[in-house]
């Protein structure tokens, strides 16, 4: 359901959100999150684009969230790089469906549930999780 692209962006952020009191730099960002280097180029420039993310040049330069983790939902970041797309009229184009069809009214109620649900979990939430298998980590915490 969700493209590579956001999958990336989701990644990077968890990154990022660990430690906000530093800038990271993009290869050490590629990385911890096992995304391609110059995908990571791409998913850092929309996230920069959206204001989700604030880059630094130069030494001791970097990436790093422009706001707090908190205030940050999944969904703010998969919009940011490729938003959620909804049914509002007929895919198909059919001048005789003036509202949506049944069929196109289950997806859309599909992708109104996904929507929503991404726009109730912040970053905040994820990084204090109690579980125990930890975003971006090799080893769970003991």
């Known amino acids: 359901m ?3 692209t956001a999958e990336y962006a989701l990644r990077t952020v968890a990154c990022l959100s660990r430690d906000g009191s530093h ?3 993009a290869d050490v960002l590629a990385e911890q999150t096992k995304v ?4 990571l180029n791409k998913v850092l420039k929309d996230l920069v684009e959206s204001g989700l993310v604030s880059s630094r040049p130069g030494p001791g330069g970097g990436y790093s969230l422009s706001r707090s983790p908190d ?7 998969v919009n940011a790089v490729g938003p959620l797309e909804r049914i509002r009229h ?9 509202q949506l069809c049944p069929l196109h009214k289950e ?6 549930a996904t ?3 991404f726009a109730s979990v912040t970053l905040g939430q994820i990084l204090r999780s109690k579980d125990r298998i930890v975003p971006l980590c ?5």
């Open 2 to 4: 969700l493209s590579k």
């Open 23 to 25: 800038a990271e730099r």
């Open 36 to 39: 391609p280097r110059r995908y």
């Open 71 to 77: 205030e940050i939902t999944i969904l703010d970041v």
């Open 90 to 98: 007929c895919p198909l184009g059919l001048p005789s469906h003036t």
């Open 107 to 112: 997806l859309d109620k599909a992708y109104a």
């Open 115 to 117: 929507e929503e649900a």
């Open 138 to 142: 090799e080893v769970a915490l003991e």
